[in-house]
């Protein structure tokens, strides 16, 4: 979802976080399936963040979300 002037919007910009969060997660789990111990714990920790940015993005968006019209 783009906006007129090109930019992302703040709902796709939200769940962007949580696609880079579920990557990061993947990486990390196949990293420590294949025995890379400390790219598994760096991208569980990165996963970790952005999973954390994306949950208060989201809060953000419900409270925004829920206003009344402004007149």
């Known amino acids: 979802m783009f906006t007129p002037r090109g930019g992302y919007t703040f709902h796709t910009w939200r769940f962007a976080m949580l696609g880079?969060?579920?990557?990061?997660?993947?990486?990390a789990l196949v990293a420590g399936v294949l025995g890379f111990g400390v790219v598994s714990g760096m991208a569980a920790s990165i996963?970790?963040?952005?999973?954390?940015v994306f949950l208060v993005l989201f809060v953000i968006g419900l409270v925004m979300g829920r206003r009344g019209p402004t007149v």
Do not use: E, S, Y
């Open 47 to 52: 996963a970790k963040i952005l999973f954390v």
């Open 20 to 27: 880079w969060a579920l990557t990061f997660l993947i990486v």
